[in-house]
């Protein structure tokens, strides 16, 4: 029997902030036809198996998952055209890439949960030709502005654009020409909780290691102030004798509950980077941590300024450092930033996706 919802997500790697969004539509619309680009066999062996999955060609290419964040860019948009054409009564596309292309029938209405327009070929152009050798650059030259024609024209079949943030709904805006409404992502508020314990004096920062992150900026400035900072995350961390203060420590491969544990009990989390909503602020101020943030992004739209943070003005660690004097100079309470939290939880994205969506019960 057809089902009359169906729900579409680009990939299935990392267990990553949207995932988690897809796996809260598969409970809200439960016996949804899937569609996926590919899938990572052994990681979502669970999912894959008790649920109706469609997955384009690039499911089939040996070894994709070393080498997806490559291909997908280059044969992205021809996998989704090749997807078989959407004919439920509602298709929710959960995207951040290709998914809002998906091929849709005239009678099916297309809602697109959208983190982002393309990145790549939106606001985080020069980032990504920047990283690119010279033939690897050519030839992002030469798709650039096919795959930025494809996603304009395919983004007029979507019928309501649903975005993470206004920051991202004024992207949107801006790229595609389209109107969005706000729906905020969930964060397990249940989870991520707050214990009656005293806190630390460390501070904690949560992030792959990437340049677009900032890292460097956190690390310059606890160099510094010479305070204590746990610094947890993956990748290569390019600051020179990183290695010689040893106020500044480094984790990775944490499982929830210790890093559950780290948000509780560290001073405050520091937000350097600017995202389209940021996860990482939300489960820290949840466990009753405050967080110290660039004043850019979806950060903005998360955190009170005064009451379970501050903001630092520019991407300096001479700013970071004035605003973590300033914090330890306040009193935020625990309590005002799980209220804080609160207002991103997983009830409310329910809430909010069943009054957005039609036919949602």
Known sequence: MKSDFSISH?????????????????????????????????????????????????????????????LIPIFGAHAVD??????SKIHISNCHGFMKGINVSEETYHYCYC????????????????????????????????????????????DQFLAISKFVSKRIKKYLKRDSKIVYPPVDTDFFNPVKSKKT????????????????TAIDAFAKNKKNITIVGSGKIDYPDVEKYSNIKFSSNLSDIDLRQLYRTSKALIFTSVEDFGLVPVEAMACGTPVIALGEGGALETIKNGESGIFYKSDTSHDLNKAIKKLEDLKISPDACRSQALKFSTDKFTKNIKSSIKGAR
Not at 22 to 29: A, C, D, S, V
Not at 37 to 42: C, G, N, R, S, Y
Not at 144 to 150: L, S, T, V
Not at 201 to 216: A, E, G, M
Request: aromatic letters at 18%.
């Open 10 to 70: 680009p990939w299935l790697g990392d267990h990553a902030g949207s995932e988690r969004v897809f796996l809260e539509f598969l409970k809200i619309f439960p016996k949804s036809n899937l569609h996926c680009l590919w899938a990572d066999q052994k990681r979502w062996k669970y999912l894959i198996d008790d649920e109706n999955f469609n997955f384009s060609y690039l499911n089939n290419v040996p070894n994709i998952e070393k080498h997806y964040r490559k």
């Open 201 to 216: 004096d460390d501070y904690l920062l949560v992030s792959r290691f990437v340049p677009y992150k900032r890292i460097n």
């Open 82 to 87: 090749k997807l078989p054409k959407i004919t």
């Open 115 to 158: 983190y982002s327009p393309i990145r790549w070929i939106s606001d985080q152009k020069s980032v990504y030709r920047e990283s690119l050798g010279d033939f690897a650059a050519m030839f992002f030259d030469y798709i650039h502005p096919k795959i930025k024609k494809w996603e304009f024209e395919k983004s007029k079949q979507v």
